[in-house]
């Protein structure tokens, strides 16, 4: 499997912007998926995860009730919808599927 995430980008604080983890190969559908994100200086950070059929969804404490993942397995691509975006929000986004990671996608939240 091979993952690639778009969508980051600048946005001012309370902004929004929606990140998508496009994933290659025929096993997607059955995986659980993750975003982490890495801040300038600081260890890798949780940040949602959803279960294989979309029926559960995690989320780390700093993002719960702004941010929302779901997933189109028909797409083979995993969303997370970013809103109210805060400064501190500002890492490099990673989409992780078992032991596979993305490059990342950028995002800076300016305040």
């Known amino acids: 499997v091979q993952l690639v995430e778009s969508g980051g980008g600048l946005v001012q604080a309370g902004g929004s912007l929606r990140l998508s983890c496009a994933a290659s190969g025929r096993t997607f559908s059955i995986y659980r998926v993750g975003w982490f994100r890495q801040a300038p200086g600081k260890e890798r950070e949780f940040v949602a995860s959803?279960?294989?059929?979309?029926?559960?969804?995690y989320y780390g404490d700093s993002v719960k009730g702004r941010f929302t993942i779901s997933r189109d397995n028909a797409k083979n691509t995993v969303y997370l919808q970013m809103n109210s975006l805060k400064p501190e929000d500002t890492a490099v986004y990673y989409c992780n599927l078992a032991t596979t990671w993305g490059q990342g996608t950028q995002v800076t939240v300016s305040s």
């Open positions: 959803i279960t294989w059929n979309g029926a559960m969804t």
